[in-house]
């Protein structure tokens, strides 16, 4: 196999900028300085199905990723397993396990990685110059402190990792969360941020964290007739160098065993809409997300486990 040169490097970023946009990602242009567009693809089916907006909500073990500070608000102990497939053989695979220690404090481990095969890489003549692969990973750890009964937060540390050919990079990032619930009765609010470090380097080709700020609240209404309740949620997100966008999610839960979810996203080139469905008790659960795609892109189908 022929390696990339270091000339085509910024060719094969902007082709993997594409790629990302659509599993899922804000596309950046080919001028972005931020790098490890993986860190914006999410984590959890749930999270997938609500568009995002879980900061505010996130129940489960993919805090870890979302917002740490919901890990105090957990009880006992939750594990996840996540599996993507998209187009373009991207594969994408999150697991995470969390554990509440006491009435304030609990941790939390979490892996997520991106694998690509039999990219073609050409120089800035467009010279075809040889297949190659990619990989991203991120090995990350957090705590959450209940400061008070209903209001809590969390540091995430992270080891980043990104290759390509026989290029690589590695690098660390923190992150912090809070979160409170019951504001008042069903309303809930959280804000992370995400991705907080130095630049990292490819060779002479240096590139910033996309450092990603998210918070908004969430409303929990009953419905005692239909035997379940109503989420919705509104959130604002911002990641360097990209424009700000708001996500909006809604999940119906019937008792512990089933939900329903939809989700939107502005701003986005190649998807906005969402869908999803879980299945299971308050032991073990399935969910399901879909999130199709414009321009003949196809659907990316996210499953988790937890």
């Given at each position: 196999m022929q390696s990339v040169t270091p000339g085509s490097v910024r060719a094969v970023?902007?082709?993997?900028?594409?790629?990302?946009?659509?599993a899922p990602g804000l596309a950046p242009s080919a001028e972005a300085s931020?790098?490890?567009?993986?860190?914006?693809?999410?984590a959890g089916a749930r999270a997938m199905a609500l568009g995002g907006a879980v900061v505010s909500n996130v129940d489960d073990a993919s805090a870890v990723y979302w917002n740490p500070a919901a890990l105090a608000q957990l009880s006992g102990m939750h594990a996840e397993l996540m599996h993507n497939e998209s187009f373009q053989d991207v594969r994408y695979e999150f697991a995470s396990v969390t554990r509440r220690l006491n009435d304030r404090h609990a941790v939390g481990l979490a892996f997520n990685g991106v694998w690509m095969d039999q990219l073609r890489g050409y120089d800035e003549t467009g010279r075809f110059e040889g297949d190659f692969g990619y990989y991203g990973l991120a090995v990350e750890a957090a705590y959450?402190?209940?400061?008070?009964?209903?209001?809590?937060?969390?540091v995430l540390a992270s080891y980043l990792q990104e290759g390509m050919d026989v290029f690589s990079t590695s690098g660390m990032a923190l992150g912090f969360g809070l979160q409170a619930r019951e504001i008042v009765r069903g309303l809930h609010a959280g804000v992370a941020v995400r991705n907080l470090g130095g630049s990292m380097e490819y060779e002479r080709e240096s590139f910033d964290l996309p450092l990603t700020v998210q918070g908004g609240a969430t409303y929990v209404l009953p419905v005692r007739a239909l035997d379940g309740r109503f989420l919705v949620s509104a959130e604002a997100r911002k990641i360097r160098d990209e424009d700000a966008n708001l996500l909006f999610g809604a999940e119906y839960r019937y008792r512990e065993n089933a939900r329903l979810q939809t989700g939107y996203r502005s701003g986005l080139d190649t998807q906005d809409v969402t869908f999803g469905f879980a299945v299971g008790n308050h032991r073990f659960q399935g969910q399901y997300a879909l999130v199709p795609f414009s321009e003949n892109l196809g659907e990316q189908h996210t499953f988790s486990v937890s």
């Amino acid at each position: 196999m022929q390696s990339v040169t270091p000339g085509s490097v910024r060719a094969v970023m902007f082709v993997l900028g594409f790629l990302y946009a659509a599993a899922p990602g804000l596309a950046p242009s080919a001028e972005a300085s931020t790098g490890l567009s993986f860190l914006k693809m999410g984590a959890g089916a749930r999270a997938m199905a609500l568009g995002g907006a879980v900061v505010s909500n996130v129940d489960d073990a993919s805090a870890v990723y979302w917002n740490p500070a919901a890990l105090a608000q957990l009880s006992g102990m939750h594990a996840e397993l996540m599996h993507n497939e998209s187009f373009q053989d991207v594969r994408y695979e999150f697991a995470s396990v969390t554990r509440r220690l006491n009435d304030r404090h609990a941790v939390g481990l979490a892996f997520n990685g991106v694998w690509m095969d039999q990219l073609r890489g050409y120089d800035e003549t467009g010279r075809f110059e040889g297949d190659f692969g990619y990989y991203g990973l991120a090995v990350e750890a957090a705590y959450g402190l209940a400061v008070m009964e209903r209001i809590s937060v969390g540091v995430l540390a992270s080891y980043l990792q990104e290759g390509m050919d026989v290029f690589s990079t590695s690098g660390m990032a923190l992150g912090f969360g809070l979160q409170a619930r019951e504001i008042v009765r069903g309303l809930h609010a959280g804000v992370a941020v995400r991705n907080l470090g130095g630049s990292m380097e490819y060779e002479r080709e240096s590139f910033d964290l996309p450092l990603t700020v998210q918070g908004g609240a969430t409303y929990v209404l009953p419905v005692r007739a239909l035997d379940g309740r109503f989420l919705v949620s509104a959130e604002a997100r911002k990641i360097r160098d990209e424009d700000a966008n708001l996500l909006f999610g809604a999940e119906y839960r019937y008792r512990e065993n089933a939900r329903l979810q939809t989700g939107y996203r502005s701003g986005l080139d190649t998807q906005d809409v969402t869908f999803g469905f879980a299945v299971g008790n308050h032991r073990f659960q399935g969910q399901y997300a879909l999130v199709p795609f414009s321009e003949n892109l196809g659907e990316q189908h996210t499953f988790s486990v937890s």
